[in-house]
């Protein structure tokens, strides 16, 4: 390229005329240029050559905007048209002359959140860090993604989720109160995408309500729900042309059910990936659980803070990765500023339902579940995590902003 600039300039110089620059860039102002001296021109001979610019200014209505006066460096600012520079380059004592373009910050797109949540601040990092920095994309953190939470319901008031998540349905309550009586799915919504709490800062959270005040409902309602899942993600990325795609999480569990199961699968064969807890019960084979067995889901156990396995999480071959999950701070109930501290592997899969959003928003074109369970895998952070039970993958959440 540099041979090409000097075989441009060479051949200038033999028709006695200055080499022009830039004129093509995509960051060129249209009809400005920055007009270069010989280093050695005199004063005399650059006041000469504005009088004989002036009259070309004046005809084409161009203007002089700057001059550059430096030790070893002449020149000036032109506004005005091309036709006018063509002239100004023959000029013996114009060296070259370039388009004036724009500059810019070299801002990274990375937004550094201090004072986060460690969880947060642990699944942006390789290594164990404790430092309150938790960094992430500011172009790629849930834009035109839904996530739809599978749970109790979603305090819509909390000031943490600034307006972004809706209330979708209630499968378990005749009449439904439109609310999150437990405060369980609000803390789950908090960690995928509250402003403060949240991974994906920019997601929208839609509430499917499932169980109950005291947490609990049966197969029937949750597959109810997922059934809205499938059915209205359907419906969104018909009449939607921005949307990216969705996710759908469930912090919840119970036996193993073959209908759920079947269900689940069903709405990931529609294109929407699942994020699933292991269950709460201390190193059982999550593989006896639903929605944990299912194979298509992304099946999520929970790490601590010292990076060990919590000692309530369930375990074995169906556990695809692992989250933070143990003393986790989100959002409550209690008011639009209310937080709460908890713990269990429903606290984990909201992580992996965040990072996966993030994913999405990252992309052009939405990917398949499977795609976005492998990359969920090949991303995370292999073999940090001690205290693990055998024949459970040792592969922590990892989504960086570089």
């Known amino acids: 390229m540099l041979r090409l600039i000097m075989l441009g300039a060479l051949l200038s110089a033999v028709v006695g005329r200055a080499p022009l620059y830039n004129v093509d860039s995509k960051s060129a102002i249209p009809n400005e240029y920055i007009v270069v001296f010989y280093s050695n021109t005199t004063s005399d001979v650059v006041d000469k050559h ?7 200014l004046d005809d084409s209505q161009g203007e002089v905007m700057q001059n550059i006066n430096m030790k070893h460096f002449k020149g000036y600012g032109l506004r005005g048209p091309k036709s ?48 309150g920095v938790y960094p992430y994309k500011v172009n790629a953190s849930g834009q035109n993604v839904v996530v739809y939470v599978i749970d109790t319901g979603i305090y819509l008031e909390n000031n943490d989720f600034g307006g972004r998540a809706t209330w ?52 029937l309602s949750v597959i109810n729900g997922v059934s809205f899942v499938e059915d209205h993600h359907a419906k969104r990325m018909t009449k939607n042309a921005k949307a990216k795609g969705s996710i759908a999480n469930m ?28 269950g709460n019960d201390y190193f059982d084979d999550a593989c006896y659980y639903s ?31 692992l989250a933070p999950g ?38 052009d074109a939405p990917p ?30 990892f989504m960086g902003c570089m």
Request: charged residues 20%; hydrophobic residues 35%; glycine residues 12%.
């Open 84 to 131: 006018v520079v063509d002239k100004i380059r023959f000029f013996e004592e114009v060296e070259y002359i370039e388009a004036n373009q724009v500059v810019k910050a070299m801002q990274s797109d990375c937004r550094a959140q201090l004072g986060a949540e460690w969880g947060l601040v642990r699944t942006s990092e390789r290594d164990l860090n404790s430092d």
């Open 168 to 219: 979708g349905i209630d499968t378990v309550d005749d009449p439904s109160p439109e609310t999150d009586e437990n405060g369980h799915g609000t803390h789950v919504a908090g960690t995928i995408g509250g402003t403060k709490y949240g991974i994906a800062k920019e997601v929208e959270l839609i509430a499917v309500k499932v169980l109950g005040r005291y947490g609990q409902g049966s197969f």
């Open 251 to 278: 912090s919840l569990g119970g036996g193993l059910s073959y209908s759920l199961n079947e269900a689940v699968v069903s709405a990931i064969n529609s294109g929407v990936p699942f994020i699933v807890a292991a």
């Open 291 to 321: 929605p944990a067995s299912v194979d298509e889901a992304v099946t999520v156990g929970c790490s601590n803070i010292k990076d060990e396995f919590c000692i309530f999480s369930n375990a074995g071959e169906c556990v695809d990765i």
């Open 368 to 397: 398949t579940p499977t795609q976005v369970k492998e990359w969920l895998e090949q991303n995370g952070t292999i073999n940090k995590i001690t205290k693990i039970p055998p024949g459970t993958a040792n592969n922590l959440l």
């Open 326 to 363: 143990q003393g986790i701070t989100s959002a409550g109930i209690g008011g639009p500023y209310a937080d709460y501290t908890s713990s269990g592997t429903s606290m984990s899969s909201p992580h992996v339902a965040g990072v996966a959003a993030k994913y999405l928003s990252s992309l």
């Open 50 to 56: 504005m009088m004989k610019l002036q009259p070309m």
